[in-house]
């Protein structure tokens, strides 16, 4: 089962230490090197072969997005290339970033991230929404009497 992951985790193990060997790119230059690692670890996500290699590349993308979405123009920044939901409000103060995994099982995976932009300002808070899939194992009959 070890074996499984470490193709992504070695992807990570590397980019964190030429991360660490060189020195940090201005903000401008980080969120495009972020989005880079992100759109690389998706495209393993995409070409793996079983749920634990799914698994070990999606939760490779969240520890790029926690990085991503600490620096200061993250809400901003247009994350093009990625081929996943990417949705902003409106309004411009929410925005949400997501995908899902097919398991080999047939159901799915999901992830997410919410971004709110703090009211009348450029700052922003961020939080991970948690798949929880034991929660909703009869979701048709869960809030009924």
Avoid: H
């Avoid at 290699?53 to 247009?78: C, H, I, V």
């Avoid at 290339?81 to 995994?101: A, G, M, P, Y």
Wanted: proline share 6%; hydrophobic share 40%.
């Amino acid at each position: 089962m070890a074996s499984m992951f470490q193709p992504s985790l070695r992807y990570l193990c590397v980019w964190l230490i030429v991360t660490a060997l060189f020195p940090a790119p201005s903000v401008a230059q980080q969120l495009p090197a972020y989005e880079d690692s992100i759109v690389a670890q998706f495209n393993v996500l995409k070409g793996a072969k079983d749920d634990a290699s799914r698994d070990a590349a999606s939760e490779s993308m969240k520890a790029l997005f926690a990085l991503a979405l600490n620096e200061p123009d993250a809400f901003t920044y247009p994350f093009s290339r990625l081929s996943f939901s990417n949705l902003t409000s409106s309004d411009q103060r929410v925005r949400i970033i997501n995908w899902n995994v097919p398991l080999d099982d047939g159901t799915f995976r999901y992830y997410a991230f919410v971004l709110i932009r703090d009211a009348g300002k450029t700052t922003f808070t961020w939080t991970e929404l948690i798949d929880n899939p034991k929660e909703t194992e009869n979701p048709d009959t869960k809030f009924k009497n």
